[in-house]
């Protein structure tokens, strides 16, 4: 989400699914397998990944997601012909503005992401206000794992197996009150362990909002992990948002906050430049970036620079589950 350094020449992501049978077959059995161990054992896995992160530096993977992923969903939406992004282009070409601009810096410098012990708290309009440690998020609904597209609104895109759940698990324990129309998502920002906390390049800590109806559809994820492990840290770890029918900048990384409110948030990208990243964001073929169009994009890992660019979906394909929330909606206006 490049917006004063085009240099790159690259644009960037949003997500969406897709899950060819055989991908999803095979996923299942393994995080089946993965599924014999108890919470525990899923702790034991972070423990094991904050060694790698320690030690290792970049390169390591995390581990695997042992107890966390207790049933595997196919989601249905975009096409089912997309190939799996590879691992090692989703956990290397990364937009994650605390550790750097260049998609390459968050897979160098990330390891430094304190993530535990961790915990997001909950507040605003909402009945039970509570803090939920790490622990507790991972007991709280069962994993699942669920292939969506991101399309980044830079115009690349990458397809990638998530593991989570429905942030309306999390909505529906804290009970918003009726005046709540609106979620705020704010991103950890610890200008000791992430550098470019600090800099001019954003407002600090990164934000981003939904819609209460668009944060409780079943589609926007809660994420603890990716490819049956452990979210890598600079894929947002220990936990981040995945809204595969919006660009990909409104899928907050590395959550500590999660706040209803009555009042439209602002979001980081809103505060930098209102004109080019509306609160929508939906990703919108017909819609073009003030600077770009949005009508094609790159698919990371599986296309080479030459390549034919795809055809962007509606709503990054997932059309059928999320239009109706913005029927009526002049959506140049809301963009
Ligand atoms: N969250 C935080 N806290 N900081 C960021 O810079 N970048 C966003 C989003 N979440 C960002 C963030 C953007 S622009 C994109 S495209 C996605 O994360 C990238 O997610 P990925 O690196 O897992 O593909």
Redesign the pocket.
Known sequence: ?LIKSPADGFE???PSEITPQVIYHGRRRMLQQLATGVAGVGMASWAARDGLAQGAGWGARPGKLTALAAKATAVEGGTTSDKVTPYKD?SS??????FGTDKAD?AVNAHTLPISPWAVEVEGLVKKPAKFSLEDLLKLSPMEERIYR?R???GWS?V?PWVGYSLAELIKKVEPLGSAKYVEFV?LADPKTMPYVGSRV?DWP?L?GLRLDEARHPLTLLGFGMYGEVMPN???APV?LVVPWK???K????IVKIRFTEKLPATAWSKAAANEYGFYSNVNPQVDHPRWSQATERRIGEDGLFAKKRKTLMFNGYEAQVGQLYAGMDLKKFY
């Open positions: 989400m960037h992501p949003v989703a070409y990364n937009n994650f503005y605390e968050p991101l980044c609104v830079e990458m990638i991103s954003l990164y981003e600079q894929n947002g981040r660009y990909g900048f899928s907050g990384k590395s």
